[in-house]
């Protein structure tokens, strides 16, 4: 009896162990991951937030194989790991979960790409149970996003004037000043006791310039005489 139970125990230690296929008609894989963003375009300085989702195959197609021992990890564009707390860590075929705003992440210069976009990554992996041996499976999601370029600042010109413009002056009348006329006086006579006198010779009278005076027109002094000499013209 004894020589039984050790035959039976070194076949079944030389046996190898079989996993079980799950369920019996599945024919593959199907474990899969998706990210999304909270924005396709940021500016230095703003926020993004991540969602992911999980899946096992789809409902109207091959059927998948169960996936067991999920882990999901999000890798945002600063190089941080951030594994994500998951509601299931078991799928079978069909069965999706989705996780909105699972993480945020604040947008940095250092961390742009040369594409000039912000890359994040999310990795999903699991157990499938397939064919007589189960195997490791699963899917990674990259997403970028555009890195938008601040507007520059410019100053608007002020349209107040920055000083004020002095006002044109009315032409002021000053008549013209005539010269007075001093007459010369020359003595004659007076010799040998006779009667004298003088000759008054007078000085000629300067004639004065004439002077146009033009009343304040309102127009600027450039255009003042243009004004007038059109009315001239015309005999006012």
């Known amino acids: 009896m004894k020589k039984i139970i050790i035959f039976l125990l070194l076949i079944s230690w030389i046996t190898p162990t ?3 296929r799950s369920p019996e008609d599945c024919t593959g894989s199907g474990l899969g991951v998706n ?12 926020s993004i937030s991540y969602s992911v989702g999980v899946y096992n195959g789809i409902t109207d197609g091959p ?15 600063d190089g941080v790991d951030h594994p994500i707390t998951l509601s299931r860590t078991t799928l079978t075929n069909g069965q999706a979960d989705y996780y909105p705003s699972v993480v945020t992440y ?7 790409t040369v594409l000039n976009t912000l890359k994040a990554t999310v990795f999903g992996t699991g157990t499938i149970h397939q064919n007589e041996t189960n195997s490791i499976g699963g899917s990674n999601q990259g997403v970028n996003t555009e890195v938008l370029t601040a507007p520059s600042q410019t100053t608007t010109p002020s349209s107040t004037p920055t000083s004020t413009p002095s006002p044109v002056s009315s032409p002021v009348y000053t008549p ?21 006198g003088f000759i008054i010779t007078p000085t000629p009278e300067v004639t004065p310039q004439p002077f146009t005076y033009f009343p304040n ?3 600027p002094p450039s255009k003042t005489g243009i004004f007038w000499s059109i009315l001239s013209f015309f005999g006012f």
Do not use: K
Not at 64 to 73: E, F, P
Not at 106 to 112: F, N
């Open 18 to 20: 079989y996993a079980h």
């Open 106 to 112: 604040v947008s940095r210069s250092q961390d742009i």
């Open 35 to 46: 990210l999304y963003t909270s924005t396709s375009q940021v500016y230095i300085g703003e």
């Open 63 to 77: 059927i998948s194989c169960d996936a067991t021992d999920i882990l999901v990890s999000l890798i945002t564009p």
């Open 176 to 196: 013209p000043t005539t010269p007075t006329a001093t007459p010369t006086v020359t003595p004659i006579g007076g010799g040998g006791g006779g009667g004298g």
């Open 217 to 219: 027109t309102g127009l």
